[in-house]
């Protein structure tokens, strides 16, 4: 009998089989060789920074063994929407081997990281809820919010829990006034006093999860803080690595000189807020834009070359602006506010595939 994910999973392989056999075959490769770069992590020196934090945290656990563990157990990551946050957590998470689920000796399959999204919008009551499910544990029945913490705490116990990772944390700032949000507060402070059980946590959001920070002093004092702050002109080298890495190495594409002087990077940056995670988006459906259009009219195959006009077609078509608005078109780009809607866009097709429903850039 499948439960209800394999019973999902079953339904997705089937609708995506029949899909593919739908699709030509020019197109079912496309989609592959897309699928393929999407995949790809793109390390930089951030991740060496979440490394150390997450070394302290980690280091700060095992001592646990040998008496009391420091106080700062809880690590925030704060940056804005697109910087990167989820995938770099979830890409430490898949490979710290602190974090690899193990057979506990009797057959039962212990995860020492429970991750999950907090809800929105957000109650304690809910959050608790989303976390003892999280734990692998059905709710029937209706639960008090103190009965939903008490039995999420003893679910982490229970479940030889010693990391907790909980993404999207705004949704615990947004509307909040000072009251919930101290109780907020106090209810993360207990997740960290849990008795006998040195429980560490990873809390990341946008940045006004910091309100929610900055709003107990004891919660700073046991915390640490990594920001994913924006890309800036400075970090031009790093982010022209970037778009040659995906276009050349994951892609194997050529770049064109339009496409990689300084400029265009300032262009690049300056599209997408500086936002690292948009800006790898941005080259992907560039080289998705230039695959789709691999041959001329004659239908001969034409030379994949990712250019500044691929950059400029990709902004038009995600923010459906003007050519006169278009960042990779004019010549005082600088001067543009940059369309919020391209993050957005790009975060909304990323979801779409991920579900099923294709969609480039032609
Ligand atoms: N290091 C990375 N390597 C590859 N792709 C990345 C990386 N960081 C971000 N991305 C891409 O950017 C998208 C947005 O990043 P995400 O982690 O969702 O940002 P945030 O959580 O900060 O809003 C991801 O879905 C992914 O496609
Ligand atoms: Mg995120």
Redesign the pocket.
């Known amino acids: 009998m499948f439960n209800d994910d394999d019973d999902n999973q079953q339904r997705l392989d089937n609708a995506l089989s029949r899909l593919r056999t739908s699709m030509s075959g020019q197109a079912r490769e496309r989609a592959d060789r897309i699928a393929f770069i ?1 995949s ?5 020196k951030r ?1 060496d920074k979440l490394n150390e934090l997450v070394d302290l945290l980690v280091g700060n656990a095992a001592g646990a063994a040998h008496g009391e563990p420091g106080k700062r157990r809880a690590l925030f990551v704060i ?13 430490l998470i898949a490979n710290r081997i602190e974090f690899r689920p193990y057979d506990d000796g009797s057959g039962q399959t212990i995860r020492p990281m429970l991750s999950f999204d907090a809800p929105s919008p957000l109650t304690l009551k809910l959050l608790a809820k989303v976390g003892i499910e999280a734990t692998g544990y059905p709710i029937f029945g209706r639960l008090q919010e103190n009965e939903a913490w008490d039995l999420f705490k003893q679910r982490l116990q229970g479940s030889s829990v010693l990391f907790l990772h909980i ?1 999207e944390m705004q949704h615990a700032v947004k509307g909040n006034n000072p009251t919930k949000l101290q109780h907020l507060a106090d209810t993360v402070k207990s997740l960290l006093q849990i008795r006998d059980w040195p429980l560490h946590i990873i809390l ?1 959001g ?1 940045p006004s999860v910091i309100d929610f920070l900055d709003h107990d002093d004891q919660l700073k004092n046991r915390s640490m803080v990594m920001e ?1 702050a924006p890309q800036t002109k400075a970090a031009a080298e790093t982010v022209s690595a970037v778009v040659q890495r995906i276009v050349e190495k994951h892609a194997g594409m050529r770049l064109s000189k339009n496409a990689s002087d300084e400029e265009f990077v300032f262009r690049l940056i300056h599209a997408t807020n500086g ?7 941005v080259v ?1 459906a560039a080289v998705e834009h230039v695959m789709m259009h691999a041959t001329d009219k004659d239908g001969e195959p034409v030379p994949e070359v990712v250019s500044l006009n691929s950059f400029a077609e990709v902004y038009s078509a995600f923010t459906g602006c003007v050519p006169a608005q278009n960042v990779f078109k004019v010549k005082q780009w600088d001067i543009i506010v940059p369309s919020n809607a391209l993050a957005r866009m ?2 909304k097709r ?1 979801w779409d595939r991920k579900v099923g429903i294709s969609g480039g850039v032609k």
């Open positions: 999407n790809l992590y793109i390390g930089t991740d940056g804005e929407s697109g910087s990167g946050k989820s995938t770099a957590i979830r890409h993404d990341s946008v994913f936002a690292f995670g948009t800006i790898i988006q992907r790009l975060k990323e």
